[in-house]
Structures are given as C-alpha cells and as structure tokens.
C-alpha cells in the first residue's frame, strides 16, 4: 500500500538551525532514504523550496486566478514529501517516525488513491 508522507514544519526554525544541526538531519534523512531503498519501500522523496517561491491557481466562475504565496497562511508549512511502500497504517506511522521534522513539526500521513 503506497502513502505519502507530508512534512510540515515551520521555516523559520529551519533558519535558525546552526549549520552543524541542519546537517545533522540531512544525514538522518539520508539513512532513512537508503533503508527504505533496501527494504525496498522508497518511492520518492523531495523537500520543497520556500512559500516565498510558491504560486496559488485557483479557477472560480470561470476565471483563473493566481497569486503570489502558499494556499493559506498557517503555523506549518508544507516543506517536503516521502512517497512510501508500506505494509499498513502502522508501518508508515513507524517511517514517519524516523522524519528529522517530527521533532519539531508534523508528518502528515495518508494512503494514496490508487486509480
């Protein structure tokens, strides 16, 4: 069963993290891709430029319209993704565990629709 794994943190502390910290969690990442490659459960992963970069489109009575910034203003903020294999709820729940960001922001986790 694949899932996704959202990571929601807030920028502003990845910005205050010293470089020693912030490379830190690049090596946990690092391991956590390759033992899901081994395990043969990684799909894809990728972080997320800044909402600074981020565009919203939104279509309504016919018009298109786009503005500068995220979809809403929030505490969090959407910063990257895990694609997973998993053999259940449970066991995502247990790789998003092992997320750097879950010490300080959230894993969203939810199955994906298969079509």
């Known amino acids: 069963m694949r899932f996704i794994l959202l990571i929601y943190a807030n920028e502003a502390d990845w910005e205050t ?9 690049m090596r946990d990442h690092a391991t956590l891709d390759a033992d899901l490659q081994k395990a043969g459960k990684y799909g894809a992963c990728d972080a997320l430029q800044s909402t600074r970069t981020a565009t919203s489109v939104r279509i309504r009575n016919g018009r298109t319209l786009v503005t500068d910034g995220p979809f809403a203003e929030t505490k969090e903020q959407l910063g990257g993704f895990y694609v997973i294999d998993a053999q259940d709820l449970d066991d995502a729940i247990a790789i ?7 010490k300080w922001g959230t894993i969203e986790v939810r199955p994906i629709w298969e079509m």
Not at 17 to 25: F, G, M, Q, R
Not at 96 to 102: E, F, G, N, S
């Open 96 to 102: 998003a565990q092992r997320i750097p960001p879950a």
């Open 17 to 25: 993290k010293s470089p020693a910290e912030k490379e830190a969690v």
